[in-house]
């Protein structure tokens, strides 16, 4: 039972199956999974969602919940997981293996301080007085690169920002020097900035603390960055397991090769000039904003929060502008403007050569039937009690393009196959299509009436890296045909990369930069633009290598 | 984890999606013994309340029987009485069946004036916010602060005096049980409104440009009734508790109008000492069988609204194997 034998795996699995029973009967997650994590090695896994990556590694730690079943074997340090007592479980979690978490702000308790959570663990598993535990918590918090460890011990988790949480997060695996650390996605709730820096502690958790790294991610970028080794699952199976130079380089299998070829990538190839401006010539612009200053109100006796400061932008006929920015910048808040979702506050925004500052919803709803708007989440932006035909007809009825829903399925059905979905699906409910197929649903909706302009907040960013590809290649293809001007928000450059003209780079409410988007994103002017590009992971291990070295090196010059 | 996998069930259409049959159909083991025995009693007490008529030996203000004679005050059971009688003459078992009838009819009328108007305003509430909300959640929150019983009372009297015919004291009963529901309905149907009102697809009306009515009527209004019938039922037997409260404090329905538990419980009081069990045992009996019914009901269908209470059959396993405990 003891590690007195010389292992050189710290975690075994060995045919592996998971079945949980579910209201509609059981489903079989993981199938005959076998894999090895070696000492000090960060392993992948990676997969689409639902292909069982994070159920595997929550068996490392038996975390399933009541209804799931399994069968094979997970032995850590020479004991076997599954077959354990729970008594003897609970001493492993935290000594032997730990676990991070991909939301720091809920996998954080908000009512007790950083430092007492950290020792609960300690105390958890060792008889040690508060001030030894205290001082150990403010020595891995330092470790971890948290600044003034002895004052910030005693701060709550919301005293912290998303990626110092995460830090803490990662500091309370450490603690007990565990032999393996479990991170299901650690660094999806991240901007590409702090993504960078909580890859550089992870992989400060292998060469410094000796512990070997379960990965579990569905970015391709992140595992081109920290990874040794790569498990690629797909349905409940392991396809493929290569080191990580090979799997980039060398797939051996077809669906390693497809997830590889949907990721994308900077290219930096100029786009076709929008179809729109040729046709209508000096036209004025759909959307134009200077000066544009939004605000929430603040509570109480706390100042008003200022989203957006001071900004300029113009959206022509058919052109697509990418928005984008980290979370935080406003970017979201502006598309909300231009729907009429929040109010603007002060500067102009025009939208059809409608001044929306101070406008109620009367003079708003005729601008209504010209904009298009698609949802970041498709899973919420349906009515879950409406069929997807009765949801896509929604604007032709409000609008009065249609008299009821039965004279509206004809559009409904020719706006279904014009994002590719079958007319039968008209008449499924929201929550038994796939988010794929949903976030095309919601573009037929968004295009039912046949609007100007289209804004898109995150439209893909729910997606599977496959579906998004196939999203974002329909988008395209019908905003060419179709001419309908574009705001595209997105966090993710190399997607503002493959669909807009332009892009504006918005930093804490300003804009950094702006202008055609291979100047932008090949030759950034501003620092802000820099840093932003520098820190997106490439997946491609040989490059990302050389393009971490140049991060840190610049950042070492920085003071 | 998306919900879309290629294992998701059959879809479930017609009558089987309808509320307590979805549930019954859901449940397994001890929950579905629970919902089996509520919806029994609870079925036998509907049945009894519309079938008074046929099934009651006697009206429930007969005195006499065909043949002209009083039948007597507090008779024991027998063949003619097979409960005995009360202290006022009248049949005591035609008086526990037609008593359904007056408890059926209070449940009806309490609870569908407190859905009425109590989601009516959650709605607006809810949808609208503002000084309304705050004024409607003030007021709700001091009619909490009431006994509700003497909430009751005092709304019986106002509306009829205090006693009063069939229709007119099943409607201050009903009334009166109102009064104290609204605000359980208005609060539960705000906060899920209050809920609903921020998810995407309420905005995605918004941007398509629907009418604040549409919105809340379309989209909100039925998104936000989920948990109604759990409330319908717990309600229900707190009507039922409280119209027997009523009748026994002698705010209730006159004798000669209708059967009422509460008022006969009231009248057999001082037979107890005198060993006259059966004029208070059998209404007694009703009101408990009656609420333990619907209250079973009620509380199968909170546990199974939630995947966290609802106990599911095990996964078939197919290879011996070890099943994992749950995370401490």
């Known amino acids: 039972m003891t590690e007195s034998r010389v292992e050189s795996d710290a975690v075994r699995i060995r045919d592996l199956d998971v079945t949980f029973a579910t209201d509609g009967g059981d489903v079989h997650a993981v199938r005959d999974v076998s ?3 070696r000492r000090r090695e960060v392993l992948a896994i990676v997969g689409e969602s639902g292909s069982g990556k994070t159920v595997t590694a929550k068996t490392i730690l038996r975390l399933l919940p009541e209804t799931a079943l399994t069968s094979g074997a997970v032995v850590l340090d020479g004991t076997d997981v599954l077959r354990v007592s729970g008594q003897r479980m609970r001493e492993l979690r935290g000594t032997d293996v730990a676990m991070v978490f991909q939301e720091p702000s809920t996998a954080l308790n908000p009512v007790f301080p950083v430092g007492w959570q950290i020792a609960e663990g300690l105390r958890a598993h060792a008889r040690i007085s508060r001030a030894q535990a205290r001082t150990r918590a403010v020595d891995i918090l330092r470790r971890v690169g948290i600044p003034d460890p002895e004052t910030r011990v005693n701060y709550y988790p919301h005293q912290f920002s998303g990626g110092q949480k995460q830090r803490v997060v990662i500091a309370m695996a450490l603690v007990l020097n565990p032999s393996v650390i479990v991170a299901d996605e650690p660094t999806t709730a991240l901007d590409v900035t702090v993504q960078a820096e909580i890859l550089d502690l992870l992989r400060r958790c292998r060469d410094e603390f000796g512990a070997a790294v379960v990965l579990i991610t569905h970015n391709m970028g992140v595992v081109a960055d920290l990874a040794d080794r790569v498990s690629v699952m797909y349905e409940g199976r392991v396809v493929e397991t290569a080191p990580v130079e090979e799997l980039f380089s060398a797939p051996r299998e077809e669906y390693t090769r497809r997830l590889l070829a949907a990721v994308p990538r900077l290219t930096l190839a100029a786009k076709p000039a929008p179809v729109g401006q040729a046709r209508r010539t000096g036209g004025e612009a759909i959307v134009a904003a200077h000066g544009l200053v939004i605000e929430y109100p603040g509570r109480l006796a706390q100042k008003a929060f200022r989203a957006v400061d001071d900004v300029d932008f113009d959206i022509n006929a058919g052109e697509v502008l990418g928005l984008v920015g980290e979370s935080g910048s406003g970017k979201s808040t502006i598309g909300r403007a231009i729907a009429g979702l929040t109010r603007v506050t002060d500067g102009s925004l025009a939208v059809f050569g409608t001044e929306l500052r101070g406008a109620g919803e009367r003079r708003l709803r005729p601008l209504r039937r010209d904009i298009g708007f698609v949802f970041q989440d498709p899973a919420t932006s349906f009515n879950p009690l409406f069929t997807i035909a009765q949801a896509i007809a929604e604007p032709l009825l409000v609008h009065g393009a249609a008299s009821g829903a039965a004279a509206a399925r004809g559009r409904v059905d020719e706006l279904l196959e014009q994002v590719q979905l079958p007319g039968a699906f008209g008449d499924r409910f929201p929550h038994e299509l796939s988010g794929g197929q949903r976030q095309r649903a919601s573009l037929a909706r968004a295009l039912a009436l046949d609007p100007k302009l289209l804004i898109a907040d995150e439209p893909t960013s729910a997606l599977d890296v496959s579906v998004q590809a196939r999203v974002l290649e329909l988008f395209a293809e019908l905003q060419q045909r179709l001419g309908f001007a574009c705001l595209f928000i997105t966090h993710d450059l190399a997607v503002v990369d493959q669909v807009a003209h332009r892009v504006v780079v918005l930093h804490r409410g300003r804009i950094a930069e702006q202008g055609p988007t291979p100047e932008v ?39 | 984890m998306s919900a879309a996998d290629p294992l998701a069930p059959p879809r479930v259409r017609g009558w089987k999606r309808l509320p307590v ?3 019954l159909r859901q449940s397994v083991g001890l929950q579905r013994g629970m919902l089996v025995t509520g919806l029994v009693i609870t079925g036998l007490f509907l049945l009894t309340a519309l079938l008074a008529p046929f099934l009651a030996p006697y009206g429930y203000a007969q005195l006499q029987g065909a043949d ?8 024991p059971p ?25 408890a059926l009819g209070a449940i009806v009328v309490a609870v569908l004036l407190s859905i009425v108007v109590g989601v009516l305003l959650g709605l607006v509430s809810g949808y609208f916010g503002g000084w309304l909300d705050r004024i409607l959640v003030v007021v709700a929150d001091a009619i909490y602060a009431f006994p509700t019983l003497l909430l009751a009372i005092v709304a019986a009297i106002v509306i009829s005096g205090g006693q009063s015919s069939l229709g007119g ?31 995407a697809f309420v905005e995605s009306a918004r941007v398509i440009g629907s009418s604040s009515v549409r919105i809340m009527v379309r989209h909100v209004l039925r998104n936000s009734i989920r948990t109604l019938p759990l409330i319908i039922t717990l309600n229900a037997s707190e009507a039922i508790l409280t119209l027997a409260g009523l009748g026994f ?20 009081v001082s037979d107890v000492a005198a060993g006259i069990w059966w004029t208070s045992v059998f209404p007694g009996v009703a009101i408990v069988l009656v609420v333990l019914g619907v209250t079973l009901v009620g509380e199968s269908l909170n546990d199974l609204s939630d995947p966290r209470l609802r106990s599911r059959r095990r996964a078939r396993r197919a290879a011996p194997a070890v099943a994992t405990e749950p995370a401490p």
């Open chain 2, 68 to 75: 002209g004679r009083n039948f007597g005050a507090q008779v």
């Open chain 1, 35 to 37: 894999l090895q994590v």
């Open chain 2, 78 to 102: 027998s063949a003619a009485h097979p409960l005995g009688t009360t202290v006022g003459g009248f049949d005591v078992l035609s008086r526990v069946i037609w008593g359904a009838q007056t």
């Open chain 2, 21 to 23: 049959v979805r549930q």
């Open chain 2, 169 to 199: 004291g099943i409607l201050a009963a009903a009334i009166s049980i109102t009064v104290v529901f609204i605000p359980q309905y208005l609060r539960v149907v705000r906060s899920e409104v209050v809920r609903v009102k921020s998810e």
């Open chain 1, 521 to 559: 994103l090949g030759a950034p002017r501003d620092p802000d633009t820099r840093r932003l590009l520098a820190s997106l992971p490439v997946p491609d291990p040989r490059e990302q290598a050389a393009r971490r070295a140049a991060r840190l090196a610049a950042e070492s010059r920085r003071p």
């Open chain 2, 249 to 268: 404090l002698g705010f209730g329905i006159q004798p000669t109008k209708a059967a009422e538990w509460g008022y006969d419980l009231n009248k057999s």
